[in-house]
């Protein structure tokens, strides 16, 4: 029996004593081999964390594993960044981030903080270790942050109004002051106080007569307490922020502000023209006085300390002048500017070479006159402003005027068409009429005449009506009007050659008559047909042979049969007589004589 049980008991301690050997052995998978680990703190920027930053800035840290060995294998695994809020990496840390190495042993950087506030700051990296390397903690890496900076400005503003100090607050006036403080960076509203302290100077020197402690809401000062009701006198507020755990302490520049006695202007609300003078005075409150222009709608200007007011050169405004005491009162008075110079008739529209006289209201006198743009090769009276267009039509002239006190007032003169002629260059048979009609201009007073009369032709002067003369060739009409513009058209003047039958041209050679079907007259000759003004004039002999004939305008048969000789001369007395009747029936017919085209006889 007692062995059976000392046999269970040697069974139960082998088991113990291998378990033991599994556990307490170390791991066959450990790593021997070492390495260290170095790592850098960096900023926002990806620079290394230096002296600088101020609260607000963010941070992440580097790691960089560096093995042992000639020939070190590549390290794997993970590596733990820490983040502690104090700079020794004491305690537990405020953030842990875990990267896995990058296959050639790189270690990735940790992500960035938050906006850090001020204060220290500590990052430690832990290497986790492989089958190659066994576990590694870099140094600890201490770092601070230091207090943002702040500014704080400060503004008065008048307690009855709301609205800023004007400085013409007079005794019994209250104030309080409102300080803004800047430099919050995202993530870190300011907190703590702003301290307002009321002075009676102007400099903040001194004791202050009053103080106020406002404490920052959202990182926004409240405004301080109003004062009580303030004699005249110079005062001034001081502001000054505490700062707190982020951000430093700050002071406002010193804001001076006065209370003035009742103090008076004159003259009161006077007017003036541009450029003109106003001698302003001042009475009451605190001598000496300042004044000055708060509105200037002229562009005006005003002694500092005399007063003396001369008005811009823009009129139809306002301007504002103000005088200031020494004790900071003010009083004003508003300056109406009258309208300024113009120039009367205004845009006006006018023929070349017409003339207008131009005058001028407003302004200073004297007046000069001159053409700010001369498209028309017009002229004007330096002195008069009387004007005269040029000749050159459809164009714009600028008229400009500049008074005494050198303001100028300009107006366009819009200058009308020229003469033109219609019909425009028109081509006409010899011994053609045309009524020619003339336009633009003045419109009135047009006079006719031929520029030149290749042709013969006439015209009269004063209706217009052209004659074309006896030769073929270039007539050049013209036409003015009563201003001197002129205006010109050619006139073509021809002997147009008559259509045959089958659309030849009648005459040439010896085959110059045709039949009336369209054949070659018989026998020959050297003659040619031409029309003229609806006429057939022949050139030359009568065509031999062949009955046909000729036929002028007027329907008169010439020329049948065979000439020569005295037969031939009568037939061209014969032929001239009928052409001569038939253009003068034509002309006081006035009715298609141009286009009228002789017919070959039968």
């Known amino acids: ?34 390495l260290t680990v170095a790592t850098v703190v960096m900023d926002g920027t990806a620079a290394a964390w230096g002296t600088t930053e101020v609260a607000g800035a963010v941070a992440y840290d580097t790691a960089t594993l560096t093995p042992t060995g000639a020939t070190p294998p590549t390290p794997t695994g993970t590596l733990t960044y820490s983040l502690f809020t104090n700079g020794t990496c004491n305690g537990t840390a405020s953030k842990t981030e875990t990267v896995t190495l990058k296959a050639d042993g790189t270690v990735p950087a940790g992500s960035s903080t938050t906006a850090l506030a001020a204060g220290s700051y500590s990052y430690s990296a832990a290497y986790a270790g492989d089958t190659s390397y066994a576990a590694a903690t870099g140094p600890c890496e201490p770092f601070t942050v230091g207090k943002a900076p702040t500014s704080v ?18 005794a019994g006036a209250k104030a309080y002051d409102v300080a803004t403080v800047a430099g919050g960076v995202a993530g870190l509203t300011a907190t703590g106080s702003v301290t307002y302290s009321l002075f009676k100077n102007a400099t903040c020197s001194g004791t202050a007569s009053t103080t106020d402690t406002e404490t920052l809401a959202g990182g926004v000062a409240p405004k301080s307490t109003a004062t009580a009701a303030l004699g005249a006198g110079s005062y001034s507020f001081g502001a000054t922020y505490s700062g707190d755990a982020s951000y430093a302490t700050s002071t406002a520049p010193c804001a001076p502000f006065s209370v003035g006695a009742t103090l008076a202007l004159s003259p009161q609300s006077p007017s003036t023209p541009p450029s003109g003078s106003i001698a302003f005075s001042a009475s009451g409150g605190t001598p ?27 009129g139809g405004t306002s301007d504002t002048v103000l005088v200031k005491d020494s004790a900071g009162a003010t009083a004003s008075t508003t300056v109406t500017v009258t309208a300024g110079l113009a120039v009367v008739p205004a845009n006006p529209s006018v023929w070349p070479r017409d003339s207008v006289a131009f005058q001028a209201e407003g302004g200073v006198s004297p007046y000069t006159w001159a053409l700010a743009t001369n498209a028309s090769g017009g002229s004007i009276s330096a002195t008069t402003g009387e004007y005269t267009a040029g000749a050159t039509a459809g164009v714009t002239d600028v008229v400009k005027v500049t008074d005494g006190a050198g303001s100028t007032a300009t107006t366009n003169v819009k200058v009308g068409a020229g003469v033109t002629i219609t019909p425009a260059s028109p081509t006409v048979s010899v011994g053609t009429s045309i009524d020619f009609l003339a336009q633009g201009g003045n419109g009135i007073g047009f006079t006719w005449a031929m520029v030149s009369s290749g042709s013969g032709g006439t015209i009269h002067a004063s209706t217009g009506s052209y004659t074309a003369g006896g030769t073929p060739g270039t007539d050049v009409v013209g036409v003015t009007d009563s201003l001197g513009n002129a205006g010109s058209t050619t006139v073509t003047v021809t002997l147009a050659a008559k259509p045959g039958a089958d659309g030849g041209v009648d005459g040439g050679g010896s085959d110059a008559g045709r039949r009336p079907d369209g054949g070659a007259a018989d026998g020959g000759g050297d003659g040619s047909a031409l029309a003229v003004d609806g006429g057939l004039l022949l050139d030359g002999a009568l065509p031999d042979g062949g009955p046909g004939g000729f036929v002028n305008g007027s329907g008169c048969s010439v020329g049948a049969g065979r000439a020569s000789g005295a037969g031939s001369r009568l037939a061209w007395g014969v032929l001239g007589l009928a052409l001569l009747v038939a253009r003068r029936r034509r002309r006081s017919s006035r009715k298609g004589a141009a286009g009228r085209s002789m017919a070959r006889g039968t």
């Open 1 to 34: 029996m007692s062995t059976g049980r000392w046999g269970w008991r040697g069974i139960v301690a082998a088991v113990v004593a291998v378990v033991a050997t599994f556990w307490l052995e170390p791991s066959a998978s450990a790593g021997t081999g070492t």
């Open 288 to 314: 000496p006085y300042t004044f000055s222009l708060s509105t200037n709608g002229s562009g005006g200007t005003i002694g500092a300390s005399t007063g003396a007011y001369t008005a811009g050169t823009a």
């Open 153 to 170: 400005t400060s503004a008065v503003d008048d307690a009855a109004t709301s609205g800023a100090w004007s400085g013409g607050e007079l």
